[in-house]
């Protein structure tokens, strides 16, 4: 990257929040996506940036069908990290999650829906780490009245992109913890790192979207206790 180029510039550029799901020789997988594109009014068309090395990616380019489910602006950070910190290869995505199967065979996350709908791919583009599906959208419908989450309000949760993500921040993973007075309460206390999505578990802070106090150590927590971010439980948490 030459050194005029501030990586910042790019942050700006709105983006909206998805699950992109797909299925092939009866194997499904989903994950989240922030770059799906309506490219086509009539016919609709639209394309879908996937990282080659996501299951989701394996999917689509043996089936060529994929469904989007656009994500409403009350899905919960633990529901975005199901789909989007965590491989479908070894992990059901869908497993106690509301979904039907749509007319291309592909699972439709209906959860957090605003609405739905299925493509079936007519050409590929290479965009280095990515791979742009282009497809003729053959199905879709409004599920819910909220309105639609944006990728903006997604950081403001304090959520992260995973590394396969186009948009990832690197300089997400330096921040330095947040200070205030709650920080004396936790000073001394060890820091957690989450295994799965980097989240940090700061003694100092609390979780107080979860009932955690600032001041409440990580051996404190209650066992049935979660990552905020991904939903993965206190054992895949280790010392910073």
Not at 111 to 136: N, Q
Not at 214 to 238: H, I, Q, R, Y
Request: aromatic share 10%; glycine share 10%; hydrophobic share 35%.
């Amino acid at each position: 990257m030459s050194d005029g180029m501030d990586v910042k510039a790019l942050w700006p550029v709105s983006y909206g929040l998805y699950v992109v799901s797909s299925c092939a020789d009866e194997k499904a997988g989903g994950q989240i996506c922030n770059t799906v594109i309506q490219t086509s009014a009539d016919p609709p068309k639209v394309l879908a940036a996937i990282n080659k090395q996501n299951y989701t990616h394996e999917l689509i380019s043996a089936s060529r069908m994929f469904a989007v489910t656009v994500l409403d602006e009350d899905t919960p950070l633990s529901f975005i990290g199901r789909f989007g910190f965590r491989s479908g290869r070894d992990f059901d995505k869908f497993e106690g999650v509301e979904t039907e199967t749509g007319m291309t065979g592909c699972p439709i996350v209906l959860e957090h829906a605003v609405s739905v709908f299925e493509a079936k791919v007519y050409d590929t583009a290479d965009a280095g780490t990515h791979t742009i599906f282009l497809a003729d959208v053959v199905s879709g419908r409004m599920v819910g009245e909220r309105k639609p989450m944006t990728y903006a309000q997604y950081h403001d949760m304090k959520g992260r992109a995973p590394k396969a993500a186009p948009t990832y921040r690197a300089e997400e993973e330096k921040e330095p913890p947040s200070g205030g007075a709650a920080r004396e309460k936790g000073e001394g206390m060890k820091r957690y790192v989450c295994n799965v999505c980097g989240y940090v578990y700061d003694p100092a802070d609390g979780d107080p979207d979860s009932g955690i106090e600032p001041g409440t150590a990580f051996e404190d927590l209650p066992d049935d206790w979660v990552c905020p971010v991904c939903g993965a439980d206190k054992s895949e948490f280790s010392p910073e």
